[in-house]
């Protein structure tokens, strides 16, 4: 990851108006960086404000006190909202809510026509981000025909026509069954391959665990930092926030306390059955057979 962040968040501070009289205070003067080509989780139970801190990223909501910088522009400044938003895309929980045509490929066309990208490159654009959602051949079909991880699987490909340099995705898998959640997972894994910066808010833990870094907000404020590896080691801060961890990672924990020399810091489930190999092959070495 190169040292310049795409994005910069100083200090920022926000509450929604309840009233004229009443605000509910949500951030409180939070700060992190988004680097480019890292995969960044953001996990909070209900309430903790890692929702409203996703829409600060590429300019939904302002902050009242502290500042946003995408690329050295700040989102307070209006003049610059299309770039801010052409680098920072967003994709939210409910698929039906981004979706405006009554063709997939129209749909996926929509925030080109809007900035007047000439019809070739239009086209070339289209086919790119149906390809690198695995959507071609749904091209010509009314987006409500489709299944639920299909349409947020078009919902990203109309982000991705715009070549952000950043992807935001705000519980875009909770509404999704969990066929439609390893396939939006997968096409998020495949983009992040390829370079593409990922910042999701979720609280499937398994996504979380194929993160790089992942921040961990209470009330408003970032509480933990660190690798997945690092953050679900602590099982029990976690629990304290009533966020559980994954089970690849519940499984280690408990088999370690039974059998010491199994690794308790196991966060996939492929790492648990490579582990069980490890530790049989030990024992039958140890036994001379």
Not at 172 to 189: C, F, H, N, P, W
Not at 199 to 206: A, C, I, P, Y
Not at 277 to 288: I, M, P, T
């Amino acid at each position: 990851m190169a040292n310049e962040p795409i994005i910069r968040v100083e200090g920022i501070s926000f509450s929604y108006q309840v009233n004229q009289a009443q605000r509910i205070p949500v951030l409180h003067e939070v700060s992190l960086q988004v680097y480019p080509g890292e995969y960044l989780a953001i996990i909070g139970h209900n309430g903790s404000g890692k929702s409203t801190l996703s829409k600060h990223l590429n300019g939904i909501l302002t902050p009242e006190s502290g500042d946003v910088w995408v690329h050295g522009m700040n989102t307070r400044d209006k003049a610059h909202m299309r770039d801010i938003r052409s680098r920072v895309g967003m994709v939210f929980q409910h698929p039906d809510n981004q979706i405006v045509a009554t063709i997939v490929e129209d749909d996926v066309a929509f925030g080109l026509e809007n900035i007047g990208i000439p019809p070739q490159e239009m086209r070339e654009r289209v086919e790119s981000a149906l390809t690198a959602v695995g959507m071609t051949e749904f091209r010509h079909r009314p987006p409500h025909h489709l299944s639920g991880g299909q349409k947020q699987r078009i919902a990203i490909a109309g982000i991705l026509a715009m070549k952000p340099e950043c992807i935001v995705l705000d519980e875009a898998t909770s509404m999704l069954d969990s066929y439609g959640r390893q396939e939006i997972l997968s096409v998020i894994k495949k983009l992040h391959r390829e370079g593409m910066t990922i910042v999701t808010v979720t609280h499937h833990m398994s996504e979380v665990a194929e993160a790089d870094r992942v921040i961990v907000m209470e009330a408003g404020r970032i509480v933990l930092e660190g690798t997945p590896r690092d953050v679900f080691a602590r099982q029990e801060f976690l629990s304290d926030l009533h966020l559980g961890v994954p089970d690849a990672s519940r499984i280690a924990s408990l088999v370690h306390r039974q059998h010491p020399a199994f690794s308790p810091t196991l966060i996939h489930k492929e790492e648990i059955v490579e582990e069980v190999k490890r530790l049989h092959l030990v024992e039958a070495e140890a036994s001379g057979s």
